[in-house]
Structure formats: C-alpha cells, structure tokens
Nanobody, 122 residues
Framework: QVQLVESGGGLVQAGGSLTLSCAAS????????MGWYRQAPEKQRELVAT???????NYADSVKDRFTISRANAKNTVILQMNSLKPEDTAVYYC????????????????WGQGTQVTVSS
C-alpha cells in the first residue's frame, strides 16, 4: 500500500507565497515522476508541474517563472514553491506519483493524494 500525504495549502493574499509538500510512503521501490495537478471549481484538473527521478521538470505555462518544483528522491518527497500567487491560482492541488514500483510485488501503479486547498485572495 502506498500513500501520498500533502501539506502546506491555505489562504494567502495575491502576490504572496506558499509551499506545498507531498511525501509518498509505503512499500516503494522507485517512483518515476512526482508532481502537482490542480482543479478549480467547475474546471478540469490540469497539470501544474512535474519532476522525474532524474530531475527533469515540466511546468504549465501559467506558472512558469513563479512556481518551482523540487524533489528529494531518497525521501520520496516533492516540494512545490509557489511565489507571486494570483487569484486564478486558487484550486485544490493534488500530488501525483507516476509509475510507482511496489517493493513487495514489483507491480506498477500511479497514485494521487487527497488534495489540499490553495486560496489566493485579491
């Protein structure tokens, strides 16, 4: 069993900063990529940023130059530093782990966290 636990969401004024953290725990042999998606009310879930185990990053155009994703492979943890936040960044942010190899079975799965609310006031 693998779990993703997120923390760091909250309420912030426009122009402020927040840091989201996500830790994967359980019977994990390896994780190919970790990242963050978000879903605003009445909108589809969208990519925010991802990072592979090798350090390759990918960002949505809307967050480039404002958000930074980093990863501690040994701790199966991913961090999203969000700066210069805008009201349109308001959403539930979901942690995502792609191609998780389960240590005990060698099965491969993708996992989602439960989500954390980020609200940016104008």
């Amino acid at each position: 069993q693998v779990q993703l636990v997120e923390s760091g969401g909250g309420l912030v004024q426009a122009g402020g900063s927040l840091t989201l953290s996500c830790a994967a725990s359980g019977s994990i042999f390896s994780i190919h990529a970790m990242g963050w998606y978000r879903q605003a009310p009445e909108k589809q879930r969208e990519l925010v940023a991802t990072i592979t185990s090798g350090g390759t990053t990918n960002y949505a155009d809307s967050v480039k130059d404002r958000f930074t994703i980093s990863r501690a492979n040994a701790k199966n943890t991913v961090i999203l530093q969000m700066n210069s936040l805008k009201p349109e960044d308001t959403a539930v942010y979901y942690c995502y782990a792609e191609r998780v190899v389960v240590r005990t079975t060698a099965d491969v799965y993708d996992y989602w966290g439960q989500g954390t609310q980020v609200t940016v006031s104008s």
